[in-house]
C-alpha cells in the first residue's frame, strides 16, 4: 500500500506538469518528436537535415506515431490530443523512473523528496525530448544495476538509451568496468552471454527500424557520432568554454539541490567506504562532465540524465544526517529546497518563453478559417530564428508553411551563411529577393515575427494589418523581441493605417517578451 502511495504521489506531480509547463525551451521538443511522428503518420510535416543526413533515429518518434495512428483511427486526431497524448506518455515513463529512483535508493524518504522537487525535472519531465527519455531509461537501469549482488536486467534499459543517445555510453563506461570487476562471473563470460547478446539484440533491432524508415542501410549512432563529435558540426549552434558544464550547466541543472550534491560529494570523498554507491556515481558523472567538456556545443539538456546520479549522492548523505539533525534542522532544510525549486519551476514553466506555444492555436485557428478573396487558404511565414516555434504537429492543417532555415555547412563552404543568418543580415534585401510582391495574393497570406523586426521591414509589413500581439518573455535578445507578432495580408479595399488603429484600440498592445536563448536547432 506504500508503495502504491508514493507511485500516486509521483504520478500526481508529473501528470500536474504536463497541464502546468506552457512554455517553449528548445526546438528538439518538437522537431526530433512530434515533427517526425506527424509526418510518418499523416504524410506531412518538416524532416530537418538531420534526418535527410540519418543521424537520429526513428524509435522514439514511431512510439508518437503509434499513438497518433490511434487517434486517427479512432478519428480523434485533434490538434489538441497530438499535442497532449505524447507528454502524457512521457509524464507516465519519468513517472516509473522516479518511482525506480525511489525503489532503488532504500525507499528513503529524502529520495523521494529529493525526485520529486527538482524545477528542472518539473520543467522538462514531460517534455517530448530524446534528453528526456534518455534520462528515465538511465534512472530505470541504475535501479536494477547489481550495486549489491548479481545480475545484469540493466543492460537492456541502458543498451536502449546508449543505441538513441550515443553519449550516454560515457555514463555506462566506468559503471560496467565496476560491475565486470565485481561479479562473480568470468569478465569473458559476462561479455560473451551478457553484454554482447543483449547490445546485439538491441541494436539489431534498432538498425532494422532505422533502416526501413530512412529508406537504406543506417546505423545511426555512428552517424550521430560522426556528425556531432567527429566533424564537430554541433559547433555551428553556438559553443562554451569547457568548463561551462561544472560551472553553470549541472549547477543550473541541478538548482538549489546542488547544495545537498556538494555535501554528498565531500562527505562520499572523506569516507568512501561509507558511500559505496555513491563513490562509484561520482566516478561516473566526473567522467560524463570531462568527456562532454571536449565538445564545444553544450546545453543544459545535455547534463539532465546525470541529475539522478547526483540525486542519489545528495539522498544517501541527507538521510544520513537525518539521524542526528533536529526536526526543526529537518524541515527548515525541506521547506528551503522546495521554495528555491518551486521559484524557477513556476516561472519557468508558466512565464518565460510562453510566447510560442500560445501562437500555435492562433495559428490553427487561422490555417481552418482563412480564405482570402481568391478562396486560397493561409500561407504563413515565419521571420524568425529558425525552430523558433513548433510547426505541423501543432496546427494539424496541411497549409503552407516556410520559415528560415538554420543548416550547418555539411559541404564545407567558404564564408558558408545559412538562409537565417543571411535574412537577418540585410532583412529587406531578402524580401525582395525570395518574396514576390504582385499580385498582392502572391504574398504570404500571414507573417510571424518578434517585435524587434518589425521596424527593419515596415517597408514590407505596409501590405499587412497586424492581428495578434502575443507576450513571450522578459528579456530581449539580438535576434528576438519581447513579444511575437501576427500580421495578415491586407485584402482588397483595406486600408493598412485604418486597420491598425483599429486593432490597437479593440486589444492594446501588450508589453513584448522574449524568445530562448536555446532557440537553434541541434
Known sequence: MRLLYVFGLILAVRLASVFVVKTYFVPDEYWQSLEVAHKLTFGYGYLTWEWVQGIRSYVYPLAIAALYKLLALLQLDSAQLLVLLPRLLQALLTTYSDYRFYVWTGKRKWALFLILVPWFSFYTGSRTLANTLEASLITIA????????????????????????????????????????????????????????????????????????????????????????????????????????????LPTVLGINTLPFIFGLIQTVRKTEKFPVSKQLLIAILVSLLVLSTVEHKELRFVSSLQPLCLYVASDVLSRWSYKASRTKLWLAAFFILLLNALPAWYFSTIHQKGPIELMPKLRDIAQDYRDERDHRANILFLMPCHSTPYYSHIHENVTMRFLTCEPNLKQQENFKDEADRFYDAPMHW??????????????????LFDSLGDKISEFLTNYKLLHNIEHAEFVESRIGKSILVYQRLQSGEDNAFNRKEFQEAEPAMEPEALPSENLFN
Open 142 to 249: 541504475l535501479s536494477y544495476f547489481p550495486w549489491h549482488g548479481e545480475g545484469t536486467a540493466y543492460l537492456w534499459p541502458a543498451a536502449i538509451c546508449c543505441f538513441l543517445r550515443p553519449t550516454a555510453a560515457i555514463i555506462w563506461l566506468p559503471l560496467t568496468v565496476y560491475h565486470l570487476r565485481k561479479s562473480r562471473l568470468s569478465v569473458l563470460e559476462l561479455i560473451l552471454k551478457r553484454f554482447f547478446v543483449i547490445g546485439l539484440l538491441v541494436a539489431g533491432v534498432g538498425i532494422a527500424i532505422d533502416t526501413y524508415w530512412h529508406g537504406q542501410l543506417v546505423v545511426t549512432p555512428w552517424e550521430f557520432l560522426k556528425y556531432n563529435i567527429f566533424n564537430n558540426i554541433g559547433s555551428f549552434y553556438g559553443s562554451h568554454p569547457w568548463y561551462w558544464y561544472f560551472i553553470s550547466g
Open 431 to 448: 524580401l525582395r529577393s525570395h518574396i514576390p510582391v504582385h499580385p498582392r495574393t502572391a504574398l504570404p497570406s500571414h507573417v510571424v
